[in-house]
């Protein structure tokens, strides 16, 4: 597979993806949430929410509505998007957990343009009590805003580049007794990219009917890894591409009445 096939699939997954703007009302089980927006030279910009939310993890959440992005397109095509900190998965939306009294959101721009200015604009009047600060990533050694008493800040760096917001004194509330948070975990799979077969590793809290599906970029079911009831522990799926034409796909698991869906990179 070639860099043109390469371009050609990202510039067509971001077609699809890329062009629209997070859902901005406030779930039920949202404690608070703010928006930066990222604007480049050339007038691109993407809106990014922040927040803080029962149910919350530090990975994609797909109950409060982050969705898992695929690779980065090609240089000259805008991109803005939050780095999470576990399993290198990235959002435009990225809510943490209520009871963190110290967080750390890092966001990452590719310009759309030849120069590198990037503003970041919010409103500072939706931010909760605690101390809000938009750095780069030496510790605010080069550049720290206190987006309390700032509405914006432009980038002209591009060396400065993934920036963070990093938010202290947070008030922790406690995370209600659930026994129904949480209870599925999916890694990313190993290896990946691959050419034919990679391994998928998943948990489930109690016995249950699982399954373990893969689909392609337009949502059509390829293969069934798992069909079945499993009691809790951590188990291991081999999906065999063999058959498939290379190219993105999305594997899917679905028990304890929660799904979790993650790309893989199938490479011919």
């Not at 390469?6 to 404690?31: C, D, E, G, H």
């Not at 309390?148 to 008030?171: D, E, M, Q, R, W």
């Not at 337009?218 to 999906?239: C, H, Q, R």
């Amino acid at each position: 597979m070639n860099h043109i096939f390469y371009r050609s699939l990202f510039i067509t997954i971001f077609m699809v993806w890329i062009p629209f703007s997070p859902a901005q009302t406030v779930k039920k089980n949202v404690k608070w949430q703010s928006v930066i927006t990222v604007k480049d030279n050339a007038g691109n910009q993407q809106d990014l929410i922040f927040g803080q939310a029962t149910e919350a993890t530090d990975d994609i959440d797909a109950s409060l509505g982050e969705l898992l992005l695929p690779p980065y397109p090609p240089t000259g095509v805008f991109d803005s998007r939050f780095q999470l900190p576990v399993n290198y998965s990235e959002s435009i939306i990225d809510y943490r957990n209520i009871s963190q009294t110290g967080i750390t959101w890092k966001i990452r721009t590719q310009p759309g343009s030849s120069t590198y200015n990037i503003t970041y604009s919010w409103n500072k009047n939706s931010l909760p009590a605690g101390t809000f600060y938009l750095m780069d990533m030496f510790d605010g050694l080069v550049f720290k805003v206190d987006m309390k008493n700032t509405a914006s800040y432009t980038n002209t760096n591009s060396a400065l580049n993934p920036v963070k917001i990093v938010a202290t004194g947070l008030t922790a509330v406690s995370e209600p007794a659930n026994p129904a948070i949480r209870q599925i975990s999916l890694q990313q799979n190993y290896p990946n990219p691959f050419n034919p077969a990679t391994r998928i590793t998943y948990t489930i809290s109690h016995s249950d009917f699982v399954t373990v599906k893969v689909f392609s970029p337009l949502g059509k079911e390829v293969a069934t890894l798992v069909s079945g009831v499993k009691p809790a522990g951590t188990y291991t799926a081999e999906f065999n591409a063999g058959s498939l034409t290379g190219g993105i796909y999305y594997y899917q698991l679905t028990a304890n009445g929660s799904t979790l869906t993650k790309p893989c990179c199938l490479i011919k």
